[in-house]
């Protein structure tokens, strides 16, 4: 079963342009992890927010996190036609010892 | 580049057929995860192995068997194919030796298996 699900299912922006794409997941975590997967390759680690964090940042990349409400962001900041790719948050239960649970992603098409 | 292999990378098969992915994780890497991706079932997380042990299973099928060896790498076994085990599977891994596990998974590049 999918434990966090991504909204939108697919976004089509303006290179330049900002992409935000949100997460949500229905049980408590130990942290929260965002991927990239390009079509048909293996899945990137882009970014990974603790349960007792509320905001990330790496390069062009924030990711925020509200554990009251169970939700998670990622924002692209000037974007660029290379993003483009799926994006998965995905999550790990407390213990670690699960795997990670993906959504189902966001697929994210930047338009030069 | 990861550092995890997956072979083969393409493998087409026949109902029925019984077929073997290997993963080679990263070096120093103690856990492997295997993973399927379907259109319609998105990522679905099978099953996980530490230091040749399994730590958990997911959504893998009686048919599906996974082993870790000694010197680490694994092998995904799917037996009795039907046509909806076309997909595409991964294997990660993660746990490095003396080091600290910061959560991340490395993904290798996938087999895609197509059952006709």
């Known amino acids: 079963s999918q434990q966090g699900e991504e909204d939108p299912q697919a976004l089509s922006i303006q290179e330049g342009e900002n992409a935000t794409m949100n997460c949500s997941y229905k049980t408590s975590i130990n942290n929260l992890q965002w991927y990239r997967q390009n079509s048909g390759r293996g899945l990137v680690h882009l970014i990974l927010?603790?349960?007792?964090?509320r905001e990330k940042h790496s390069g062009r990349l924030r990711v925020t996190l509200d554990t009251s409400k169970k939700s998670s962001s990622l924002l692209i900041t000037a974007s660029r036609a290379a993003d483009t790719a799926s994006y998965f948050c995905?999550?790990?239960?407390?213990?670690?010892?699960?795997?990670?649970?993906f959504g189902k992603g966001t697929h994210l098409i930047i338009q030069p | 580049d990861s550092g995890v292999t997956q072979t083969p990378k393409h493998l087409i098969t026949a109902t029925g057929q019984r077929v073997t992915l290997r993963c080679s994780p990263r070096?120093?890497?103690?856990?492997v995860y295997w993973y399927q991706q379907s259109l319609d079932q998105g990522l679905q997380f099978l099953i996980q192995y530490y230091n040749g042990e399994e730590r958990a299973k997911g959504n893998i099928l009686e048919r599906f068997s996974a082993q870790q060896f000694p010197d680490l790498h694994s092998e995904l076994n799917l037996s009795s194919l039907e046509l909806g085990d076309s997909a595409l599977y991964f294997c990660?891994?993660?746990?490095?030796?003396?080091?600290?596990?910061?959560?991340?998974?490395?993904f290798g590049e996938g087999s895609r298996l197509t059952v006709l």
């Open positions: 927010i603790r349960s007792n964090e």
């Open positions: 990660a891994s993660s746990g490095q030796l003396g080091g600290s596990n910061t959560g991340e998974l490395f």
């Open positions: 070096s120093g890497d103690l856990s």
């Open positions: 995905a999550t790990r239960r407390g213990g670690g010892a699960d795997g990670l649970t």
